[in-house]
């Protein structure tokens, strides 16, 4: 601290000479005394205009003569204006506009510390999330979120993201592009399956059935069109955007599998006791392909060109087998089927080349069952739902069958989204 020089002192410096204003004869004697007195009035002056004694100024006397006032009111440290500090922080606390504060870093790598410090800096590439370090993933992507608060891109008019894929243009915006919308300037249709949901009917009534509780309820029954068809609904199958087609004994429809409105596509070209959607990649390289199947296990591609629809036959199950009633196919999971194979009494569970229909090996019997004919599936589990009414969870590995549902209800078919959400 720097100290002011005290006015008294240059009065001082003259005492001596003043005490001193005798004749040299009595020198001595009068020195003695005034030395003493001297010292005297030398101590009261510095005791009373420097302070406590120790080189150190009064309160009163700084703030006389250096014109400062410590600023230390609801401070706990940091300076306090005039040069000096209001108090120290103790530990690893760090002082914060006058209070102390404690920097919070408990199981955060990077980020601000709370008390205008940081807790860490990520490495390039990564960024701070919730004060743990973390890598974008967008390899692969081009748009949606990269898994950091971020995105990976954002995609152009009249289009979505979809796992990380720009769709094709989608003018109302109803999640299904143009190219797999058969309603491309209405929202309202041809509308979406929920997700981690199965499907199932009878003839005349849609059935949904979550796949992780397995509760099943009733949708509705179907509104059909006036087109003078025999309207009961014999299988259905369900692309990647979630849109429900189904077939009656003569026409192909899509259904709205909220309100169950059907509409129509197109007559069929011939007769089919299954139906199911083939996911892109394994037919087509970028897009679901929709596939009959006959009774004598035949593998037919429908497509639809200027209004009608034109099969194509891929292929079959082969020799020994036929159709059951359904099969049902999802990307990075595989294709299943139901079948009769010779010289077996009930029904199989089969896997099955997509491109071909060719059975690729047999995962085992549905031990008292003959008539699967509805099947869906999700991971390693397909869903059986048979024309008594029974509900079965059937592992795809192990091929171990459980009763699921004991209903009363006539099961005609099943469907199944061809990709998991």
């Not at 990269?146 to 796992?163: A, E, I």
Request: with cysteine.
């Amino acid at each position: 601290m720097r100290h002011a020089f005290p006015p008294s002192i240059p009065l001082l410096l003259f005492l001596p000479a003043m005490v001193c204003g005798c004749s040299s004869e009595s020198t001595s004697d009068v020195q003695d005394v005034s030395a003493t007195d001297v010292a005297d009035q030398v101590a009261d002056v510095l005791q009373s205009d420097m302070g406590d004694g120790h080189g150190e100024l009064s309160a009163d006397a700084a703030g006389d003569d250096l014109g400062c006032v410590p600023a230390c009111d609801k401070k706990g440290c940091g300076p306090d204006g005039c040069g000096g500090n209001c108090g120290q922080c103790g530990g690893l606390q760090v002082c914060l506009d006058g209070v102390c504060c404690s920097p919070a870093c408990d199981a955060r790598d990077c980020g601000p510390d709370g008390c205008g410090g940081s807790c860490g800096h990520c490495d390039d590439g990564a960024v701070c999330l919730d004060g743990l370090c973390c890598e974008a993933a967008c390899s692969g992507k081009d748009c949606g979120p990269d898994g950091c608060g971020g995105s990976c891109g954002q995609c152009g008019p009249d289009r979505f993201c979809m796992d990380g894929v720009c769709s094709e243009p989608d003018q109302d915006y109803d999640g299904v592009p143009d190219v797999a919308d058969l309603f491309p300037q209405n929202p309202g249709l041809p509308g979406t399956v929920k997700p981690s949901t199965v499907y199932a009917h009878t003839a005349d009534t849609l059935y949904a059935m979550d796949v992780k509780m397995y509760k099943l309820d009733e949708v509705g029954e179907f509104a059909w069109p006036d087109d003078g068809a025999t309207h009961k609904m014999t299988d259905i199958g369900i692309d990647g955007y979630g849109v429900l087609y189904g077939t009656s004994y003569e026409y192909l429809y899509t259904c709205h599998p909220g309100t169950v409105q059907c509409s129509l596509v197109a007559k069929l070209p011939s007769a089919f006791n299954g139906l199911t959607m083939v996911p892109a990649g394994l037919i087509e390289p970028d897009r679901d392909v929709l596939v009959g199947i006959s009774e004598e296990g035949g593998w037919y591609r429908l497509d639809l060109v200027d209004g009608e629809l034109a099969a194509k036959k891929l292929g079959g199950y082969g020799s020994q087998y036929a159709s059951a009633g359904d099969a049902y196919s999802i990307a990075g999971v595989g294709t299943f089927a139901a079948v009769h194979k010779d010289g077996e009494d009930s029904n199989l569970l089969v896997s099955v080349d997509p491109a071909t229909g060719h059975v690729a090996s047999d995962i085992g019997p549905i031990s008292g069952y003959v008539g699967i004919f509805g099947l869906a599936g999700w991971t390693d589990k397909a869903f059986a739902f048979d024309k008594t009414g029974d509900v079965l969870l059937i592992d795809t590995g192990s091929a171990e069958v459980k009763l699921l549902h004991d209903t009363q209800i006539p099961w005609w078919g099943a469907g199944v989204k061809t990709k998991l959400e």
